[in-house]
């Protein structure tokens, strides 16, 4: 499943475009987010899901290279198949920036 934020800087479709992406791969619990514009800004996405003891967890992941740049994750998470994963994906200013153009998606582990 793949989530992508759209950049929507003006009123006109010609300024909108993919600002991130994130991809959630349940066969394995992998996921991806990716920088797809020149904007100066980073591509974030978070993943959320309840554990098999019942709390709800979240983790979160940057791109910060600039545009083009991806990163994986996932790495020794086991989501209990079967369960509802929430993706959001979004750009932002820096570290401290203001979550902008969030996007969110459903898949199952």
């Given amino acids: ?9 003006c009123n006109l479709v ?6 991130a992406k994130a991809t959630f791969i349940s066969n394995g619990d992998d996921w991806r987010v990716c920088d797809l514009a ?13 554990n098999s ?7 979160y992941t940057e791109a910060t290279g600039g545009s083009g740049t991806c990163v994986n ?7 209990p198949e079967g369960r509802r994963v929430t993706v ?5 200013d820096g570290a401290g920036g203001t979550p902008r153009d969030v ?3 459903y898949g199952t582990a």
């Fill in 38 to 50: 020149s904007d100066g800004e980073r591509a974030k996405a978070s993943i959320t899901y309840t």
């Fill in 103 to 105: 996007t969110t998606g």
């Fill in 14 to 19: 010609a300024c909108s475009y993919d600002a």
């Fill in 53 to 59: 003891n019942g709390s709800i967890v979240t983790h």
């Fill in 73 to 79: 994750d996932g790495v020794g998470v086991d989501i």
């Fill in 88 to 92: 959001k994906v979004w750009h932002q």
């Fill in 1 to 9: 499943m793949t989530v992508y934020s759209t950049h929507s800087g």
